[in-house]
């Protein structure tokens, strides 16, 4: 039987950037339309991959003078394919392997449920409280899932299964100093650092300033995005401002394991 470091050497192998793994039972406590044993009712684990989204994709967003570089799109075709073969690997050993990709929360009603005691498709897995359950990361003040490699900079894929793995823990550490640079950077004040939110955890809770979405749709034209396959309730902010800010911030105070050669802001950064 595979066990967990296999697992990951599999998923590594693939190009897979990070991985970690959450047990079943820390999704206990989520309604229905966000658990994955909704979908996969023998889930044993649920898997989180990783995948980067290269540094110099967000250069054109910087430097104000390519705009088009940057879409939540083309990162997230590699990790859609790289899951999909993640996926075929486990199946060969004769696992199930069940594939889940961000969504906006807003999806979660499209469509009947199957039956009255059912949730109504789609299930949507909150892939960062995922991420978190699987030790990946935390999410940072200004509402970014953070990781010690990589910062904002990356996409997560999770696969539900019900091969039996030794869980990681729950993430411990800490990325965001809560600067609150992100906060600053953006033009069109839709973070608040006044007002806090707390989103649920599987151990504790995550707090970040309040985020006004509706000003977000002003900022496409600086790297702002919605996420793929959803219907644009939730903006992906990595090449806006505030994401740029931030990888900024978090290189420049030496707190990401992956290092560069160069600074990423080693020129005026782009306007609004
Ligand atoms: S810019 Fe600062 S406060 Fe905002 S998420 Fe990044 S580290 Fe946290
Ligand atoms: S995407 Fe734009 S408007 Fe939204 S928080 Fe970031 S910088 Fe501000």
């Known amino acids: 039987m595979l066990t967990a470091p296999e697992v990951k050497k599999l998923a590594t192998g693939l190009g897979i950037d990070l991985v970690g793994i959450a047990s079943a039972d820390r999704f206990a406590g989520l309604p229905a339309d966000a658990h994955p044993a909704s979908v996969l009712p023998q889930a044993t684990a649920v898997i989180v991959l990783g995948h980067r989204v290269p540094r110099g994709s967000l250069r054109g967003h910087e430097t104000g003078h390519a705009h ?21 690997a486990l199946e060969t050993e004769g696992w199930e392997a069940f594939p889940m990709y961000p969504h906006s929360s807003d999806v979660r009603e499209m469509g009947v449920p199957v039956a009255p005691d059912k949730p109504a498709p789609n299930v949507v897995l909150d892939i960062e409280y995922a991420a978190h359950a699987a030790g990946l990361g935390e999410m940072g003040r200004g509402g970014f899932f953070l990781t010690p490699e990589f910062g904002p900079r990356q996409f997560f894929t999770a696969v539900i299964t019900d091969l039996p793995l030794e869980a990681d823990a729950p993430f411990a550490g800490s990325v965001c100093d809560a600067c609150g640079l992100c906060v600053e950077a953006c033009p069109a004040l839709a973070l608040s650092r006044e007002e806090l939110v707390e989103h649920p955890l599987s151990e504790g809770v995550a707090t970040v300033y309040a985020l006004r979405k509706e000003s977000c749709r002003v ?26 800010a931030c990888v900024a911030h978090l290189e420049d105070s030496g707190l990401l394991t992956r290092r560069f050669h160069s600074p990423f802001r080693n020129e005026e950064a782009s306007s609004c």
């Open 219 to 244: 900022c496409p034209g600086t790297g702002g995005t919605g996420v793929p396959y959803a219907t644009g309730q939730d903006p992906w902010r990595l090449g806006a401002p505030c994401g740029r």
């Open 68 to 88: 088009y570089v940057l879409s939540a799109n083309s990162p997230m075709q590699y990790a859609l394919t790289r899951t999909y073969q993640f996926c075929c």
